[in-house]
């Protein structure tokens, strides 16, 4: 890859943070807080809420090399990814676990949990970390 098309990349990244930073700011009067608890669905997941999740989310895409077409933070504990159909069935537990590890790193001291929807935005996976225990603990829907 180029200078000039990472360069870019960049530019576009940045535009798009700062166009979500002010399109959430002049909607957050009608967007509404999901539920407590742990089941979140897409349609909750697309209300991002913080510059940094925004900017993690897009720096995941840009990593994930084509196995992740979307990718979003809530509250900075959350990471929701809907998958291409180029990952396979038996690689999701791995793909999520490789997200989780450098979602810790990203969010350190803090429980986290990871959201693998399918293309279709169907929920696949859910994984939580535990920071307390270091324990992670896979469900499915």
Do not use: H
Not at 71 to 97: H, Q
Not at 102 to 120: I, N
Request: proline content about 4%; glycine content about 6%; aromatic content about 8%.
């Amino acid at each position: 890859m180029t200078f000039f098309q990472r360069s870019r990349r960049w530019l576009t990244a940045i535009a798009l943070v700062l166009l979500l930073t002010v399109s959430t700011t002049a909607c957050s009067s009608a967007t509404t807080q999901a539920p407590a608890g742990t089941n979140v669905s897409y349609s909750q997941l697309e209300r991002g809420n913080s510059v940094k999740g925004q900017e993690y989310g897009d720096w995941v895409v840009s990593a994930a090399q084509g196995l992740v077409s979307d990718a979003y933070v809530r509250d900075n504990n959350k990471l929701g990814v809907v998958i291409t159909k180029d990952v396979k069935p038996n690689e999701v537990r791995n793909l999520s676990k490789s997200l989780l590890q450098g979602f810790r790193k990203s969010f350190p001291g803090q429980d986290l949990q990871v959201l693998v929807f399918a293309p279709d935005k169907a929920p696949i996976l859910t994984a939580d970390y535990n920071s307390q225990s270091s324990e992670v603990t896979y469900n499915t829907p």
